[in-house]
């Protein structure tokens, strides 16, 4: 009925860049909050950054003033910029989008995951 369909993830050296693309497709009303979540090996899944429909937008402390999300709505996708990685960012991440269908029912959904390593 939805779908999330993450890309961009890949191998990059520390101290570089990867931009993640998220877009939502299917039976599709309004998207309300998207956001990035990620999960390291042997850890639970956390909270990367959240955008709001009026593009409000909140991020870990761990992540701020190094990731920008942002979005398109026009397209139904989010983005997520990441500059000046470290080796601890290394995870799975997963997109995430609260979404009204066009048979009114409201629901979470999420991507399938995109994998981002940070080594030298």
């Known amino acids: 009925q939805v779908q999330l369909v993450e890309s961009g993830g890949g191998l990059v050296q520390p101290g570089g860049s990867l931009r993640l693309s998220c877009t939502a497709s299917?039976?599709?009303?309004?998207?309300?909050?998207m956001g990035w979540y990620r999960q390291a090996l042997g850890k639970q899944r956390e909270l990367v950054a959240t955008i709001t429909r009026t593009d409000d937008t909140d991020y870990a402390d761990s992540v701020k003033g190094r990731f920008t999300i942002s979005r398109d709505s026009a397209k139904n996708t989010v983005y997520l910029q990441m500059n000046s990685l470290k080796p601890e960012d290394t995870a799975v991440y997963y997109c995430d989008a609260n979404i009204l269908t066009s048979d009114w029912s409201n629901g979470n959904y999420w991507g399938q995951g995109t994998q981002v390593t940070v080594s030298s």
């Open positions: 299917g039976r599709i009303f309004s998207i309300n909050a």
